[in-house]
């Protein structure tokens, strides 16, 4: 199963292929007879809903993608911190800006508090 899920991720993110998958149609015997074929299912690099079972598996999915960034900018002696993070999973975004000391002070706490809400990891960020 692996080789086919490899296989499958290949053609449809690196090559940009279409994929479609035939099964035989009902009551037509044994394999050595089957003559008949239909679609049972098609993805392509932008619809790949019909084959989410065969490429990811439940294990794909236990660490959460969570992205996180960290933006910095200094006007008029004044020091402003953004932050920004976007979790695919849940689907939620979350932004913060806030005026900053030159200790970051207040980064390390809202930093930490993004952190603890999103569920992000910690070395990632």
């Known amino acids: 199963m692996a080789l086919t899920k490899a296989f499958l991720r290949e053609a449809l993110t690196t090559k940009q292929m279409r994929v479609e998958i035939y099964e035989p149609l009902e009551g037509q015997g044994g394999r050595k007879i089957n003559t008949a074929w239909k679609i049972s299912k098609e993805a392509s690099p932008g619809n790949i809903g019909q084959l989410e079972d065969l490429l990811f598996d439940k294990d794909d999915l236990v660490s959460n993608a969570v992205s996180m960034a960290i933006r910095v900018t200094m006007k008029d002696g004044v020091r402003t911190v953004g932050c920004a993070f976007v ?26 508090d993004i952190i603890a809400v999103s569920g992000a990891d910690d070395s990632h960020c």
């Open 87 to 112: 979790d695919v999973q849940e689907k939620t975004v979350g932004v913060s800006q806030f005026d900053e000391t030159e200790n970051f002070s207040n980064t390390e706490v809202s930093h930490s």
